[in-house]
């Protein structure tokens, strides 16, 4: 099935470090997600865009929705032990509908405290 | 206020076994799809239901079915198991219509092994 390009596919960071990763796509995008997931669990929403151009924050999060609608990109701020996990990227086409959300492949994030 | 549940949480069937999963929206929530993750990929979208109708698919066989009740609850049925069906299945609410800019929420999924 189809899938965003997401990357970097596995980080490996110091605690106190920023992260950065992002996600783009051959087709336009009217709304991008970003999800963590822990092993064993469900994705759990970290935040929504739906503006191209819009930047948002969650805490030490912040993700912007590209202005050409291809890209977004997820930035993580001081990270800290429990910010280990996997991040995907979602996104939904214009037209789809608003269950067909489109995945990447996940940014497995490791921190070394 | 409960999440998205899902059950069970994990199950063993032998291939060419019928398996049924079970999902509960978060409430108010009317539009209920269905992903299936497999190891180390991100989660494919298998169906979407809203209002009872199925409003999307995606490119899986027909050996995967689904329905959503009154209440807008909702069970994936997959048929004649394949190895390759193992995988976590995850539910997602959402509060559903087209003309709404909505956003998903995931339940805990089920895991399924076929051996």
């Known amino acids: 099935g189809q899938q965003l390009n997401q990357s970097p596919q596995s980080m490996f960071i110091q605690e106190g470090e920023d992260v950065s990763m992002n996600c783009t796509s051959s087709?336009?995008?009217?709304?991008w997600l970003w999800y963590k997931q822990d092993p064993g669990e469900g994705p759990v929403l970290l935040i929504a865009?739906?503006?191209?151009?819009e930047l948002t924050s969650n805490g030490r999060l912040t993700a912007q929705f590209g202005i050409t609608r291809k890209d977004s990109f997820l930035n993580i701020s001081a990270s800290i032990p429990s910010d280990v996990g996997i991040y995907f990227c979602?996104?939904?086409?214009?037209?789809?509908?608003?269950?067909?959300?489109?995945f990447g492949k996940g940014t497995k994030l490791s921190v070394k405290p | 206020d409960a999440g998205v549940t899902q059950s069970p949480t994990h199950l063993i069937k032998t291939r060419g076994q019928h398996v049924t999963l079970r999902c509960s929206p978060i409430?108010?929530?009317?539009?209920v799809s269905w992903y299936q993750q497999v190891l180390g990929q991100g989660p494919q979208f298998i169906f979407q239901?809203?209002?009872?109708?199925?409003?999307g698919r995606g490119n899986f066989p027909d050996r995967f079915s689904a329905r959503q009740f009154p209440n807008y609850s909702s069970e994936l049925n997959v048929n004649a198991l394949l190895l390759g069906d193992s995988a976590l299945y995850l539910c997602a609410s959402s509060l559903g219509g087209q003309s709404v800019v909505g956003t998903q929420y995931f339940g805990p999924g089920t895991r399924l092994l076929v051996l």
């Open positions: 239901y809203y209002e009872k109708e199925e409003r």
């Open positions: 087709s336009i995008f009217n709304t």
């Open positions: 409430s108010g929530h009317k539009s």
């Open positions: 865009l739906y503006k191209a151009g």
């Open positions: 979602a996104g939904r086409n214009y037209g789809g509908s608003q269950g067909n959300l489109i």
